[in-house]
């Protein structure tokens, strides 16, 4: 694995990448030591990393700091870097041979677990594989609503005031 590290602004950074830089397994600002810190479970990383945010990674850093915390760590159900839902059904591991690891490891550091892949989590039965995963592990899961078949909601178009909720378990049953 490689781990990049970048001081963004104000929030020392960094990003886990595989060998062949083609999966990004995390992606963590922390601005103070002092706050909680919050994990983001998406859908898949796109072109943020350890020195610039992007749309979504803009958001997720803006609702962290506006709910408090101290920095946040983004995972992601597939690790597969794609811009593109449509393009990431093509890959042909888009999962990610650590990620199943790396999501489980970061559970167990995060005082808030935020699920929020939307309604692609439905490829390869990623999303429901991923919520038994996690449900597993015994932490309380949240997320910003649920989309029409049971997903948590992706953050990018969320209001600011949509605060995390919790993800209740018959909600998303399999």
């Known amino acids: 694995m490689i781990l990049r590290t970048h001081v963004k602004g104000d929030a020392p950074s960094e990003a886990l990448y595989s060998p062949c830089e083609g999966y990004r397994y995390t992606l963590t600002r922390r601005w103070t030591q002092r706050g909680q810190h919050l994990l983001y479970i998406m859908l898949n990383p796109s072109t943020a990393t350890e020195a610039a945010n992007d749309p979504t990674?803009?958001?997720?850093?803006?609702?962290?700091?506006?709910?408090?915390?101290?920095?946040?760590?983004?995972?992601?159900?597939?690790?597969?870097?794609e811009t593109s839902p449509q393009a990431l059904r093509k890959a042909p591991d888009p999962v990610g041979p650590q990620n199943d690891a790396v999501l489980l490891e970061q559970c167990t550091a995060a005082e808030t677990i935020l699920c929020a892949w939307g309604a692609?989590?439905?490829?390869?039965?990623?999303?429901?594989?991923?919520?038994?995963?996690?449900?597993?592990?015994?932490?309380?899961?949240?997320?910003?609503?649920l989309t029409r078949d049971g997903h948590p909601r992706h953050p990018l178009y969320i209001s600011y005031g949509t605060?995390?909720?919790?993800?209740?378990?018959?909600a998303g049953a399999a």
Request: aromatic share 8%; glycine share 14%; with cysteine.
């Open 57 to 81: 990674i803009e958001r997720c850093e803006r609702r962290a700091r506006a709910m408090g915390f101290g920095g946040f760590t983004v995972c992601n159900i597939f690790a597969w870097r």
């Open 163 to 170: 605060r995390p909720e919790p993800w209740p378990e018959q």
């Open 120 to 145: 692609h989590g439905d490829h390869m039965g990623r999303g429901r594989a991923v919520e038994r995963l996690l449900r597993q592990t015994g932490r309380p899961l949240c997320c910003l609503g």
